[in-house]
């Protein structure tokens, strides 16, 4: 088969190069960290930052299909690249993701509830916003954030402050902080021949803004919010007109569903399926950019997904030997850094998954 080209070597990147390589695809990746985790497994690595356009260039030469493991690549670099190489997921998936006011106004004009948003060009906005908004309210930087980074609370003017420095720091949205019972997330795919696939709803809970544990199911889903949820992701995979997985970040509140954020890629809630269906969001990806048809997904056991954050990644494999029932994933990271994701571990046997993912020193 034909070569894939990874724009970004990170986790997700690795383990969408583990899924090409298993299915017999050549793998290049283009990440500035020598080694990076998805090079290491690779079949070739190149080493540029991802703003170099020529870098990104010569990726997509070497390579049939490309794709990306995040949603800051650089627009008109990949346009340029779609000469060279297919990029099945096209550009508008990118263009409307990576940017949350598009993103929420897409989900909007499509009829699927989000929080109340309003766009904070620059802090002298900021009151305006509130205006219309209300508190508690969450600031976010429009672009580049990730685990929870440029965001700010604002929970009464005694926050304003700090919303207007973030703002003058970054074009910025301002949204209704929502009530919620639980975070959920749904993966989304379409095969090569348009069928909608999508992948089991899952409850995440987060720490400190990060995800901390996946359990798929999500326990005591209601047949409704079942139904919510499918229909909503089929209306997004079709309105994108979707290749490659999409992750639906959800809120489940007293009114029903509310649509979150959504990620066009593998989603870190998704670790789960690697080893709980009967193949993963990883597979569904590298299916779908190759235009292949795609089997029903099933979810064949019950899991949990435990992040490895910093320190937890040495803990974990110090006890490692006593728990059998592990699906250990090191991502291969050269420098351990707190709160950095450096591996994961999924557990599907046992009468308490939530409490066999627990290390030590966990509260
Ligand atoms: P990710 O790593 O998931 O990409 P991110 O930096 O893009 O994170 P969000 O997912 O927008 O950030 O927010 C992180 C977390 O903060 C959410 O999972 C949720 O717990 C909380 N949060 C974000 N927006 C809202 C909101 N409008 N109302 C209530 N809670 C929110
Ligand atoms: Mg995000
Ligand atoms: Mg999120």
Not at 55 to 61: D, P, T, V, Y
Not at 78 to 100: H, M, N, S, V
Request: hydrophobic share 40%; proline share 6%; net charge negative.
């Amino acid at each position: 088969p034909a070569t894939i080209g990874i724009v970004g070597g990170g986790q997700l990147g690795r383990m969408l190069a583990q899924s090409a390589k298993q299915m017999g695809y050549t793998v290049g990746v283009l990440d500035p960290t020598p080694q990076a985790p998805a090079g290491q497994v690779a079949d070739f690595q190149i080493q540029a930052e991802y703003e170099d356009v020529d870098a990104l260039m010569q990726l997509a030469k070497r390579s049939d299909v490309l794709t990306y493991e995040f949603e800051n690549v650089d627009l008109e670099a990949l346009t340029q690249a779609k000469q060279y190489a297919a990029l099945p997921q096209g550009t508008e998936l990118l263009r409307i993701t990576r940017q949350r006011i598009t993103e929420k106004t897409f989900l909007r004009d499509h009829g699927i509830p989000t929080a109340n948003f309003a766009a904070v060009p620059d802090a002298q906005s900021l009151n305006q916003a509130i205006a219309k908004v209300g508190y508690p309210a969450i600031l976010k930087t429009t672009t580049g954030g990730y685990d929870g980074h440029g965001q700010q609370d604002l929970n009464s003017p005694a926050d304003l402050p700090a919303g207007e420095a973030l703002a003058s720091k970054a074009p910025c949205i301002l949204e209704q902080r929502k009530t919620f019972s639980r975070e959920l997330s749904v993966m989304v795919t379409q095969d090569g021949n348009d069928q909608v696939r999508i992948f089991p709803v899952v409850e995440n809970r987060h720490a400190n803004h990060i995800l901390h544990t996946t359990i798929a199911p999500a326990p005591n889903l209601s047949a409704e919010l079942q139904t919510q949820i499918d229909q909503l992701a089929t209306t997004i995979a079709k309105a994108l007109n979707l290749r490659g997985v999409l992750g639906i970040e959800l809120f489940e509140t007293a009114e029903g569903i509310v649509v979150n954020e959504l990620a066009p890629r593998p989603h870190n809630s998704g670790h789960y399926s690697i080893e709980a269906c009967n193949f993963s969001q990883f597979d569904a990806h590298i299916l779908s950019i190759c235009n292949l048809p795609i089997a029903p997904i099933k979810l064949q056991t019950p899991a949990v997904m435990r992040n490895l954050l910093g320190d937890d990644l040495t803990k974990a494999r110090a006890a490692w030997s006593k728990h059998p029932e592990w699906h250990f994933h090191d991502y291969g990271k050269a420098e351990i850094r707190p709160a950095r994701k450096m591996g994961h571990i999924t557990v599907c046997e046992g009468s308490d998954l939530l409490k066999a993912v627990q290390l030590e020193g966990d509260k």
